[in-house]
């Protein structure tokens, strides 16, 4: 019996580090998801009109996930959720093009921040930065991404390569 209980304390004591290491590793997930959507994101719409932001979501046209098999943009946005009291930010298809993600999950805050840069014929934005908070009572995380095209697209992106031309 004794080396039952060692054995039922033994496995709880790996569950609460897998629990911490996937605490602390949110940020290792997330982050490729963020810089996959935001990598080529456009903040305005077609006649260059900005798309809807504030301090709970970010609305923006991105490349079409592959899994879609289309080319293009669709539209998305960033969203702060509430979810059994704790906060969650999911990626989400403005259009039901694609189902939501959930990015980040079980935070104590979450926030969105971007920096607009001003440019000749209008703005963009130059970093979004996404802080959160968990629940465990650790150290606030940031996640900063650059998005590679402005407003108006300085550049032709390539969906193939998915990079810029001049």
Known sequence: MLGAITMVIAGLGDDLRESEAFGGNQTQQARPILESALAGARFADENFTPLPRSENSLSFRMIAPAALQSQGYVQ???QISNRAGAKAL???SISNTFPAVEILSG???IGIEYVE???NDGEFIGTVVISYHGQAGGSANQIKIHPKINGRGACVFDVISQRCRS
């Open 76 to 78: 998305a946005s960033l």
């Open 107 to 109: 935070q104590k805050d």
């Open 90 to 92: 999911l990626l989400q």
């Open 117 to 119: 840069v001003p440019e």
